[in-house]
């Protein structure tokens, strides 16, 4: 456009409020993502397994009434709702998240960098937090949909059977649920973000994440038998979690690791990722 015409002016539309700015990444993350046919039929599959625990819960609820059905009125159900319940739906659910993360995750930032498309984000009133943020919530809401938004329906399900007796005295499962999967959540989005940033190739970046929990895991095994130690197992990121499920879900069985160090180990986990996000994403890349 020729200057002297001074035709040209500045945008006078409705501006985008800051706080929500972010969301602008997951909208059109999720476009992209459901338009996979195979991404969309694992997503509902991941549903198939809160369908199945909310069968065992109107069963376990309404047992005595099917065994009069068949005439054996003492029968009392075999399936118990309990914590354990809940721990079990926990242990079902997140093999699936992860899975679901391994092949979302890599792609979020890696893309962005290999078309250093970095630069353009950042040179909008766009910052570095509202960026992550922004990646990060496309596997928060995925994830969420499918561990702990379906668990505190099954929560409220039984609650509603078994009557508000049953709600006040395990109060505490919500709670479990809750904190429980968002722990699972938080880390491996977290380890799924720093891979994407640091590994372009989205392959070798679905690779290592899945390389990290089976690789440690061996490793932590031959630490602890060469050693013959138990700390080893801190590496093994399954233990780790499982330590701290255990804790929150109020298991006696609970693995050869303290609560303290498990958390411990996630936060050191969780802090290391943050840092490696800091140090990769930046506005100007210097190639050598």
Known sequence: MAVYKRSYHGYAGPLTPEWSRFAILPRYAYQRLFQSKIMTAFFVLCFVSPLVFLSLIYVANSFGSIAKMF?????????????EFFLVYLGVQSPLAFILTSFVGPGLISSDLANRAL?????????????????????????????????????????????????????????????????????IALLALALSAWVKWKIAAGALLVGIFFVAAALGQAINAALDVHWGRLINLSDVFAAVWSNLFRMRDAPDISPT??????????????????????????VR
């Open 71 to 83: 005439g054996a009125a003492d029968l009392r159900s075999p399936i118990t709702v309990d914590g």
């Open 119 to 187: 630069t353009l984000y950042l040179a909008r009133p766009f910052s570095r937090v509202e960026y992550v943020i922004g990646k990060m919530s496309v596997l928060l809401v995925l994830l969420s949909t499918i561990t702990w938004i379906p668990g505190l329906t099954l929560f409220a399900v039984q609650s509603a059977l078994a009557g508000g007796g049953w709600f006040m005295h395990n109060l505490w499962i919500a709670w479990a649920i809750f904190a429980g999967s968002w722990i699972w959540i938080l880390v």
């Open 261 to 286: 160090s498990a958390w411990i180990m996630l936060a050191l986990i969780c802090a290391t990722c943050v840092w490696l996000l800091y140090r990769k994403l930046r506005a100007v890349e210097v």
